[in-house]
C-alpha cells in the first residue's frame, strides 16, 4: 500500500517527491510545504486544520456529510478514535488516493496510560517519582499504539491539580511543578522517540493549556481564576518543560483563566506559547471547546467563535466543525489573514511531514502489532509496583508491622471488598484498547499464591463500590472471624475519576466504610488496600486500620503486583503526589502553599483561636504530599550546603548554583528505595514564596545498614521565581533547604544569598 501511495504523491508533486527522511533537514521540509501551500485553495487549507472523532455520526442532521465524502474532498486534516490498522488504513486510503492533494491524515487517540497494554492511571505512575519508569511505560504505550498506524496521542496530561474533587487528577502527575515538569518531560521522550518518522514514534501532546487543573470547587470544566504570577509559577513549568523536550501539539484547555476561556485567550496562546516560548509545533482544541465560546457568552455565533480561536491561536479544530466552514470565508472578508491561515496549515502539515507521513501514511505491515508482549507485561506489572505507597504499616498484635505477611502455610487469608475482583476497575478511566479480559485480579493472583503455598483463602465481596445494599456483609465478616487476617479491596470505581467524574464527597462510597468497620470489629488485623484515582477521605480507617496502601487503578497487571506487595517479594517505594485532606473541607488542600500572617505553628499558646486553621477539623493533612513508607526505615541525616556564600548576581547572571546534601541509611532490615526529596523556602523576599518547594528528588537503593550522599544543585532555574516586578530571578534573601522522605519532615540548614 505504501508505495502506491507514494506514487500517487510523485505523479501529483513531483517536486516534493525526494523522499523525507531523517537526515533531511527542516529547510528542505519548510521549502516542500511552500510548494504544497501554494497549491491548496482556502477550502483544503481549512480542511487540514478539521478534525473529527470517527464515533460521532454524520449524515443528515449532523450538518456533515459522511467522513469518507468529507476525506475525499480534503475537508478532513485528522481523524481520532479510530483504534485499529484496518479502520485507519481503510481511511487513510480515500485521503492520500482519492483527495486531490493526496495529503495524509493524522489519526489521534487519547492513549493516557497505555494502549493495550493498561498501567497504572497518571497520578499512580507519579507516584514512583521515576521518570525512566513513566518513559519506558510512555515508549511501550506508542509502540503499540503506532503499530496501528495511529501516531498521535492526546497525553501527557501536565494539568496541575491541588483539589482531590477533580476527577481528572488520575490523569494528572498531581500538585507539583516542578515533579510535574520533569514528568512531562519523559512522557514526550517516550511517546515521541529518539526519530518521529520510525514508525513507532507517535506525537505527544500537552494539554490542557492552561489552569483547567484549577477548576473552582474541582467541579470539572469550572472556571478558573490564576493570578498571572501564579500561572507562571505554578501551572505553566510542566507545558514548558514538555514545550522544550520537543512536544509537537499542544491541547487548549475548556475552561476560562481570568474570565477569558483558553481556547480563546491570545496571552497564554500567543505571548507565552508562541512568542516567548517559540512553540513550532500545533495547537489542537479540546472536544468541542471552540464551539462552546458561544456557551462562555464570548461568541453569537460560530463565525466568532472559529474567529477568536484562531486568531488567539488555536490550528486545529476538534469537533466543532466551524474551521472547515467557517475560516475560507473569515480569510475572503479579511477578519482572518491568510498568513495566519498559512501559519496553522504549515504546522500541521510540519507534523505530518516529521512523522513521515507522506511516505509511510498507512500502518506498516512489517510493525510488529504485537500488543501484551511478555516485556510489556512485565513492564505492567513493574509499573504497578512502583507505584504502591505504603500510607500506613503498625504493628497489628505482634512486634512486627503487619505488612508483608509470611506466607506460611495453613495462613488463613480473608479476602473481603468489591474491588478484589473487579477487573474492568483496575483500567482506571481512559483505557484506549484496554479489555477487561487482560487483567489479572487480585483475588485470581492471590488465589494462585495461596494454592502453591498452601494458604487457606476466602473471597466475599461484602458490598458494592456504590449502593446502599449491606446483604453481603454478614458473609464478609464471618469469612474474616475464621481466618487469620483480612484484606479489604475498597475504593473508587474506574468512573468515578477521570473527565466529568468531579466528586462532592471523597470518602469511601457506598456502604464501604461500614463494612470496613464491620470487618475491624471482629478485631482480626486487616491491610486496607485502597484502590482510587485520587486522595481519599479515610480518616476513620487511619485511626483503626494498621496497614494501609494506595494502590490506584494499577492496570492489567494488579493482581500480580499486589500479591507481590502483600508477601513482600518487593518493597514498597511510592510516595503521594498529591495531597490526602482528612476531610473534603480542607480542598483545596497542597503543600507549596504560603504561609499566611498567621500560621497556626507561630501561635502565642492560648492565642491560636486567631490563626488560619479550621475551628471543628485539624489543619493538616491525613496524609502529606511525598508520603510514602517502605517495609525498611530510611534515617536522613542533617543537610548541609556545598559553599558559604552565593549571590543573587551569580546565580542571574552567571550560572552559579550551590549543592546541598544529606546522607540517607537504610536503618532496617531489608533492602529498600526511598525517594529523597529536596525542598527550599525563600524568606525576605520581593513576594510571599510557599512553605516548602521542591527543587529536586532522587531515588535510592539502599542495602540494609548502607548509607549514601545525595545531592541537588542548586541554580537559577531552582532558586528563580516571578517577583514584583514580574521578572524570575533570583533575590537576596534567606535560603532554607530540606533533604527528607516527604514534604513535612527534617530539618533545614539555612544560608544568606547576597545581592
Ligand atoms: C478531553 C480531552 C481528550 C479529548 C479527546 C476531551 O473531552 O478533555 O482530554 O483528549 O476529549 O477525546
Known amino acids: 500500500m ?94 492520500v488516493e482519492q483527495s486531490r492533494l493526496h495529503i495524509p491524515l493524522i489519526f489521534g487517540l487519547d492513549v493516557i496510560h497505555g494502549f493495550r497494554t493498561i498501567f497504572p492511571v497518571n497520578l499512580g505512575l507519579a507516584a514512583s517519582w521515576n521518570p525512566s519508569l513513566v518513559q519506558r511505560v510512555s515508549r511501550l ?49 517516550g511517546y515521541q522517540g529518539d526519530h518521529l518518522e520510525d514508525g513507532t514514534s507517535i506525537l505527544a501532546c500537552a494539554k490542557h493549556f492552561v489552569g483547567y487543573g484549577a477548576a473552582e470547587a474541582g467541579r470539572d470544566y469550572n472556571t478558573t481564576e490564576i493570578s498571572e504570577r501564579t500561572l507562571r509559577q505554578v501551572y505553566l513549568p510542566p507545558f514548558r518543560s514538555a514545550v522544550d523536550a520537543g512536544a509537537v501539539t499542544v491541547m ?13 485567550d491570545s496571552f497564554t496562546l500567543g505571548t507565552v506559547l508562541r512568542r516567548e516560548w517559540k512553540f513550532s509545533g500545533f495547537v489542537v482544541s479540546d472536544w468541542t471547546s471552540i464551539a462552546e465560546l458561544l456557551a462562555h457568552g464570548i461568541a453569537s455565533d460560530g463565525e ?15 469537533e466543532s466543525d466551524l474551521y472547515g466552514n467557517e475560516l475560507p470565508r473569515l480569510v475572503r472578508s479579511g477578519d482572518v489573514t491568510l498568513a495566519r491561515l498559512d501559519d496553522a496549515v504549515r504546522r500541521v502539515l510540519r507534523a505530518k511531514f516529521t512523522l513521515g507521513l507522506f511516505d509511510h501514511p498507512y500502518a506498516r505491515a512489517s510493525d510488529v502489532r504485537e500488543q501484551l508482549s511478555a516485556e510489556s507485561l512485565a513492564l505492567a506489572r513493574d509499573a504497578a509496583e512502583e507505584s504502591f505507597v505504603l500510607l500506613k504499616n503498625d504493628r497489628a498484635n505482634g512486634t512486627h508491622p503487619l505488612l508483608p505477611l509470611l506466607a506460611k502455610p495453613r495462613l488463613k487469608i480473608a479476602l473481603i471488598g468489591p474491588l478484589a475482583d473487579s477487573p474492568q476497575d483496575m483500567l482506571g478511566c481512559w483505557s484506549a484498547q484496554g479489555r477487561a479480559t487482560d487483567v489479572v485480579t487480585l483475588r485470581a493472583a492471590l488465589a494462585e499464591r495461596a494454592t502453591a503455598k498452601g494458604m487457606l483463602f476466602a473471597y466475599a465481596k461484602g458490598a458494592e463500590i456504590v449502593g446502599g445494599d449491606t446483604s453481603g456483609f454478614a458473609r ?34 457506598g456502604q464501604q466504610e461500614n463494612l470496613l468497620k464491620a470487618v475491624a470489629a471482629t478485631g482480626k488485623p486487616i491491610v486496607l488496600l485502597l484502590f482510587s484515582g485520587r486522595p481519599l477521605t479515610v480518616t476513620w480507617a487511619t485511626e483503626h486500620v494498621p496497614a494501609i496502601v494506595a494502590v490506584w487503578f494499577p492496570g492489567v497487571q494488579a493482581g500480580p503486583a499486589l500479591v507481590r506487595l502483600l508477601f513482600g517479594d518487593m518493597n514498597p517505594s511510592g510516595h503521594l ?17 504560603l504561609n499566611t500572617g498567621r500560621p497556626l505553628a507561630a501561635a502565642p499558646a492560648g492565642l491560636d483561636r486567631f490563626t488560619s486553621r479550621y475551628i471543628d477539623e485539624a489543619s493538616t493533612p491525613l496524609f502529606a504530599f511525598g508520603h510514602g513508607l517502605s517495609y525498611t526505615t530510611f534515617d536522613y541525616g542533617p543537610p548541609a550546603f556545598g559553599r558559604d556564600s552565593i549571590s543573587a548576581k551569580a546565580i542571574n547572571r552567571h550560572g552559579e548554583s550551590i549543592a546541598v546534601r544529606a546522607t540517607v541509611t537504610n536503618t532496617g532490615l531489608r533492602a529498600g528505595s ?18 516548602r518547594e521542591l527543587k529536586g528528588f532522587q531515588r535510592v537503593h539502599l542495602e540494609p545498614g548502607e548509607s549514601k550522599n545525595v545531592e541537588f544543585s542548586l541554580g537559577k532555574q531552582e532558586l528563580a521565581f516571578w517577583n514584583d516586578a514580574m521578572r524570575f530571578e533570583a533575590e537576596a534573601c534567606h535560603l532554607h533547604a530540606w533533604i527528607a522522605g516527604d514534604s513535612n519532615s527534617g530539618s533545614h540548614v539555612e544560608l544568606r544569598i547576597r545581592e
Open 2 to 95: 505504501a508505495s502506491r501511495t507514494h506514487l500517487a504523491w510523485i505523479l501529483v508533486l513531483p517536486c516534493l517527491a525526494a523522499s523525507v527522511d531523517a537526515k533531511e533537514s527542516s529547510a528542505d521540509w519548510e521549502s516542500k510545504l511552500d510548494v504544497l501551500l501554494s497549491r491548496m485553495t482556502l477550502e483544503e487549507k481549512a480542511g487540514q486544520l478539521n478534525q473529527f472523532s470517527v464515533g460521532q455520526p454524520t449524515g443528515p442532521g449532523t450538518h456533515r456529510s459522511a467522513y469518507e465524502k468529507m476525506i475525499a474532498a480534503g475537508q478532513i486534516g485528522s481523524l481520532f478514535n479510530a483504534t485499529n490498522a484496518d479502520q485507519v488504513n481503510a481511511l487513510q486510503s480515500i485521503a
Open 141 to 189: 504505550a506508542a509502540k503499540e499504539t503506532a503499530a496501528e498506524g495511529i501516531r498521535w496521542t492526546f497525553s501527557p496530561m501536565v494539568d496541575i491539580s491541588r483539589d482531590a474533587r477533580w476527577g481528572r487528577i488520575a490523569e494528572s502527575a498531581g500538585e507539583d511543578p516542578y515533579l510535574g515538569a520533569v514528568l512531562a518531560q519523559a512522557y514526550v521522550h
Open 252 to 264: 487548549a484547555a475548556f475552561n476560562t483563566i481570568n474570565g477569558i476561556p483558553a481556547t480563546a
Open 304 to 318: 466568532a467563535a472559529a474567529r477568536k480561536a484562531f486568531v488567539a491561536g488555536v490550528d486545529m479544530d476538534m
Open 476 to 509: 464478609a465478616v464471618h469469612i474474616a472471624e475464621v481466618s487469620d487476617v483480612a484484606i479489604l479491596a475498597l475504593g473508587e470505581r474506574g468512573d468515578l475519576t477521570g473527565e466529568a467524574a468531579s466528586r462532592a464527597h471523597l470518602d469511601l462510597s
Open 577 to 593: 503526589t498529591a495531597t490526602w485532606p482528612r476531610t473534603v473541607g480542607q480542598e483545596p488542600l497542597y503543600y507549596n502553599a
Open 674 to 691: 526511598t525517594v529523597a526529596q529536596c525542598y527550599i523556602r525563600l524568606v525576605g523576599t520581593s513576594v510571599a514564596r510557599p512553605v
